[in-house]
């Protein structure tokens, strides 16, 4: 076997050695369990445990925990990163003596079977979740959700704090005097401007009809008399025929509307009006042919609410005539004229005197009308209870009891005592709501909390664990339905489906995948405005939403994750596009022949890409750009980032007292950046690490600090080649992309356990990685589309189940 294909194939996967060593897969499927015993330890004690032991072992890593097959699997992830290093032959070092093939093989061969019997053997082991408080942003989306105000209440809340790359993480969530303090002022905020207990009084709107369109110079001469506004039906434009209209702002709900007229006419048919709303958005409408009776130009599209005869002949007798305009979206404009009169009648002419509109008529909030809505066939004794009720089991994602209803009645009862209003009380009462353990903590009840045992979460309880993971907010209607019937464990492929099509799963974008890829130090980046000029404010904006906007196409088109290495397409604006040196829709290059759309303004656009430096994540502005420091790239950087992000191998921290790199002219001068790095990596402490991330790093060495393709550093021209540990070559972005995808169980295998931490608010532990792996052989059937793999998380035992706090097990 060639060490290129021995490294290549197996390099972070020691599971693949089943298939590359067939004498593993005998021994794995024997009925004893493999050992881990006096040579595997030998081995250890001869070529690592010099550098790696004591307190200050190298890279953090001491292996002097490796006592017996329990340790192995206890310290899987330290298992796992001397499996890689050995695959790899990063280790031993290239000073250090050196095993030869057999013994290296031989040791892998023991720690892969000691894994694989752990992992088909193992109970299933969920591991448990630290209650966990709602972060800002699960905070603010549930206030949303429950209450329906359109407002930031988590706006003054201090920063969440991070643990393993995210912000809801439970062991890191703590709940300081601050926060409680801003989350009792926040819950009063909320129901002040949920709830208005004492309604503000109906705003009512009077225009008289000399200010109405059309609108002319001459209305006030020529139409006008006594304060009423002449139309007549033979007129020779809309000025003279109307229909008068006015716009209006609308809010939701309905208004009464009111004209005062009255009309003339030499014949003895019945003069006839009627009152329009107009608006560009009406899903209601008139047909052309009922407009068309109406004098006049009539703007559409518009809808007839009210025709009327005018019986009134002088303005002392004048009519009001006064309209309910229903709800409805779209609203825009009231109008008011008359129709034609019957061919071969005298012209009619309608007098207006004004427009008047009174709304919206119920004045109290929205939020107030569906939080404290009563069915009809609820006693008003009742309604106290059954509002609460309802809210409770919303605002606590569970059923609750009556006992806890009549807690909160009870305060209630104390408000309208003093002789306030009922909604004042009601008001108080989802204000303590907000304020208590099961609204502000997600909170995982046990019957037998002392209980060791493994067990299946409550359906209540799965319905928030899902909803916060794909939309970090309550569960809705349909999830608390699901489990109120006990249904939702086996209606949770097609609810993945449904809360993945739903906009409030943007937040996988905008908080998994940010965090994720460690964009929100983007805010942070200054590159030399000296040195690149095209950097400002705007551009930094639209670097984050090609991301943003290519990761939602993922989810939303439900893609292969691999497409995120290597798609071929991307979105972007003007700016973006001229950073990029794109000219069009099909991707075609300035100095080219065009063939796409021109891309121009600030909107986003798809754009091909067909081949060449762009593609997928890694070619990304936004990614490049806080993989660089503020006057230059970083192959480090970016090479660390890689293998974190991507590759899910982080390198050790480099060890104290390293020099960083020097910068300016003078430093410059010296060579190229290369030949700078290769300088430093003469530093024994620094080689092996920089072995793994400069290669990486130099392949996207042909982007620039902001992103921009070059082809020179200065007078250097850029050498963009680079051999990984295995003996790979990797030439730049295309060729990295492919030794990625080469790797694809790595990279998906990264995602998946990135999701995993996000999904359960936890770190990860050596007794998850067999609900890893199986995430992923069913993601593999379906090509690594991103709902299988949600669909798979959400069905593992690590997401449905729970356990107490002292039953992991470990196979002996």
């Known amino acids: 076997m060639s060490r290129r294909l021995y490294c290549g194939r197996t390099l972070f996967v020691p599971q693949l050695l089943l298939f590359i060593m067939p004498v593993l897969a005998g021994v794995a499927a024997a009925d004893e369990p493999p050992q881990f015993v006096e040579a595997e330890r ?12 004591g307190a200050d072992a190298n890279a953090e890593l001491s292996l002097e925990v490796f006592r017996d097959t329990q340790s192995v699997v206890q310290q899987r992830l330290a298992t796992e990163k001397v499996m890689r290093v050995l695959t790899s032959r990063e280790m031993p070092p290239p000073d250090a003596p050196q095993p030869d093939a057999a013994a290296v093989d031989a040791v892998l061969q023991k720690l892969t079977q000691v894994l694989d019997f752990h992992d088909r053997n193992a109970e299933p082991d969920p591991g448990r979740v630290t209650m966990r408080r709602l972060n800002r942003l699960e905070y603010r989306n549930t206030i949303r959700d429950l209450v329906g105000v359109q407002f930031d209440p988590a706006e003054n809340f201090p920063s969440d704090d991070i643990g393993h790359g995210f912000d809801n993480i439970g062991d890191v969530l703590t709940l300081s005097p601050i926060l409680m303090e801003r989350y009792l002022e926040a819950a009063e905020t909320v129901m002040d401007k949920a709830i208005t207990p004492v309604p503000s009084a109906v ?124 709800q409805m979206a779209g609203r825009d404009r009231m109008m008011i004229g008359q129709f034609q009169p019957p061919e071969g009648s005298a012209p009619t002419t309608l007098w207006v ?45 569970r059923p609750v009891s009556a006992a806890e209803v009549e807690r909160l009645a009870e305060l209630v009862q104390q408000v309208t005592a003093d002789g306030k209003p009922w909604e004042a009380g009601m008001q108080l009462a989802l204000q303590a ?8 903590f997600r909170v995982e009840r046990d019957e037998d909390p002392a209980a060791m045992q493994v067990r299946t979460l409550s359906q209540h309880q799965l319905a928030t664990r899902l909803s916060y993971f794909l939309w970090s907010s309550m569960p809705d209607d349909e999830l608390l339905e699901l489990a109120d019937q006990g249904q939702l464990t086996a209606q949770l492929a097609p609810q993945v489906q449904r809360m993945l099509a739903d906009a409030k799963s943007s937040v ?107 593609g997928g994540l890694l070619t990304q502005a936004s990614i490049l750009t806080v993989t660089s420091n503020p006057t230059r790239t970083s192959p480090v950087k970016r090479g660390r980032w890689v293998l974190e992000q991507i590759l899910g191998a982080p390198p050790p921290p480099p060890p104290p007292n390293v020099p960083e790199l020097p910068e300016g002219e003078g430093s410059v001068a010296t060579g190229s950046l290369r030949e700078r790095l290769e300088q430093h990596r003469e530093n024994a402490a620094c080689a092996n690490c920089h072995a793994r991330m400069d290669p990486i790093g130099f392949a996207l060495e042909n982007f620039d600090a902001v992103g921009r393709y070059r082809t020179h550093d200065g ?30 169980r790595e990279f998906v295998r990264c995602v998946v356990e990135k999701l995993l931490v996000y999904s359960l608010g936890r770190g990860l532990e050596y007794y998850d990685r067999p609900v890893t792996e199986s995430i992923i052989r069913k993601a593999e059937q379906m090509d690594f589309r991103f709902s299988s793999v949600i669909t798979a998380i959400v069905q593992s035992e690590a997401f449905g189940m729970r356990r107490g706090l002292e039953s992991a097990t470990v196979a002996e």
């Open 715 to 744: 007078e250097f021209e850029i050498d963009a080649a680079g051999e990984l540990p295995d003996g790979t070559i990797v030439g730049g972005p295309a060729d990295l992309q492919r030794v990625i995808l080469s790797r694809r």
């Open 42 to 53: 030998a081995f250890l004690q001869q070529y690592c445990l010099k550098c790696h032991s």
């Open 353 to 397: 005197e004004y427009l008047a509109l009174d709304g919206p008529l119920d004045t109290r909030p929205a939020s107030q009308r569906m939080l404290l809505d009563v069915p009809e066939h609820v006693a008003e004794a009742e309604r106290t209870a059954f509002v609460l009720q309802r809210f409770l089991r919303r605002a606590w994602r």
């Open 508 to 614: 996988l974008v905008t908080s998994f995948a940010m965090q994720w890829l460690q964009l929100q130090r983007l805010e942070l980046a200054e590159p030399d405005r000296t040195l690149f000029p095209m950097f400002n404010d705007g551009l930094r904006r639209s670097m984050r939403r090609e991301t943003e906007l290519f990761i939602g196409s993922i989810i939303t088109e439900d893609r292969s994750l691999l497409d995120l290495i290597a798609a071929d397409y991307t979105f972007l604006n003007e700016s973006l596009a001229t950073l990029y040196g794109i000219r069009d829709t099909a991707g075609s290059r300035e100095g080219g022949a065009a063939g796409g759309t021109p891309i121009r303004g600030s909107e986003f656009v798809r754009v091909a890409l067909p081949g060449g430096d762009r």
């Open 433 to 440: 709501v907000l304020c208590s353990a099961d609204f502000l």
């Open 203 to 326: 705003v009512k709107r009077r225009l008289a009809s000399q200010y109405t369109e059309p609108a002319s110079g001459e209305v006030q001469k020529q139409f006008m008399d006594g304060g009423f506004r002449r139309l007549v039906s033979d007129g020779a434009d809309g000025v003279a025929t109307g229909p008068l209209h006015t716009p209006y702002k609308w809010e939701d709900g309905e208004y009464k509307f009111r004209v005062r007229v009255y009309a003339k006419t030499e014949s003895e048919q019945p003069v006839r009006a009627a009152i329009l709303v107009q608006g560009a958005e009406l899903q209601e409408v008139s047909s052309e042919e009922q407009l068309q009776q109406i004098s006049g130009a009539v703007r559409t599209p518009a809808l007839i609410l009210e025709q009327f005869e005018v019986t009134a002949r002088d303005p002392e007798s004048a009519q009001v005539v006064e309209i309910t305009v229903p």
